[in-house]
């Protein structure tokens, strides 16, 4: 062989061998980034969004993460900070409605299959004869849903006397209400009535609110509007202007949940409140529920 051939020939070697490497490389690149994505994909993410009205906390929880989420019931009612603590949650927002007079819910919960809040044993909804009228839709108001579908994992909000898919089963349920999404059903679930002009919930007046919602790719929302101080007009946001934040963000299906006094988030130590007082102070108020990220 002559001393031409043999560098044409360790030539060509060398070539292949920094084309099998560059390849290696980038296989090792492509998997590296690839994980790096996955992991973002399943990670929880919190963040914070100032209007002109109102200051939004926004927390995403991939449908597809370790996190578990569920109603917690307190007997006697509690904030939502010590509730979160005693159940070591990660993240918690308030639950449905209740009675601040007694005690009692007047929302549906469902923890692990079991009833755990009934509004029909709450005498002072059931034997109301202002609300008798409004309700058999006050006891078929809107929940968040948690099935277990086969290996599945699924999120969506129903109707309370919605029948569960025959293939899943009903972990879990937080009733509260109206849908905002993908309808703000303000009188079919009997929060207003303009021939007789009730608005139980203000619906057109700027409050602090919570909501729970659902993306296309079956991710939570937990979102919370809290009012802003030192301003001229009453702050927050109205139910329309919810239901629309609640779009902006990705959610194909939302629920409100009890706001005013009781709109509270809860994530990792640190607790937003939602009302602010006549005096420009923080409201904090004790719940009947709430729900839990751990």
């Known amino acids: 062989m002559t001393a031409k051939l043999r560098r044409i020939k360790l030539t060509v070697i060398s070539l292949l061998i920094l084309l099998f490497a560059g390849i290696f490389s980038l296989r090792s690149w492509s998997s590296s980034q690839t994980e790096n994505f996955v ?24 449908v597809a993460s370790q996190y578990e989420v569920t109603p917690v019931v307190s007997s006697k009612g509690d904030t939502v900070r010590n509730l979160a603590n005693q ?17 009692k819910t007047t929302s549906y919960m469902i923890r692990d299959g079991e009833i755990v809040a009934n509004p029909q044993e709450n005498e002072r909804l059931i034997n109301n004869p202002h609300l008798a009228a409004y309700l058999p839709r006050i006891l078929n108001r809107s929940e968040w849903r948690h099935y277990q579908c086969g290996e599945i994992r699924h999120y969506t909000i129903a109707l ?6 025959p293939e899943c089963q009903l972990i879990n349920a937080l009733g509260a209400g109206p849908s905002l ?12 009535d303009p021939v007789n002009k009730r608005d139980a919930l203000g619906s057109n007046q700027r409050n602090a609110r919570s909501a729970i919602g659902i ?16 301003l001229s007009e009453p702050s927050g946001v109205t139910l329309p202007e919810l239901a629309n934040l ?26 937003y409140y939602g009302k602010i007082s006549a005096e420009g102070k923080k409201v904090e108020r004790e719940v009947k529920s709430i729900l839990i990220v751990r």
């Open 39 to 62: 992991n973002v994909e399943i990670e929880m993410q919190f963040r914070e969004l100032d209007l002109p009205e109102s200051l939004i906390y926004v927390l995403l929880i991939p």
């Open 87 to 103: 159940e070591n949650a990660i993240a918690a927002i308030n639950g449905g409605f209740f009675d601040p007079n007694n005690q």
């Open 160 to 165: 309370r006397q919605e029948i569960v898919p």
């Open 181 to 192: 999404l993908p309808k703000l059903n303000l009188e079919e679930e009997a929060f207003s």
């Open 215 to 230: 993306t296309v790719k079956g991710d939570l929302l937990l979102v919370m509007a809290a009012q802003k101080p030192n």
């Open 246 to 271: 609640m779009q902006s963000l990705g959610a194909e299906k939302a629920l409100n949940l009890d706001g005013g006094s009781s709109a509270t988030i809860y994530y990792q130590g640190n607790t």
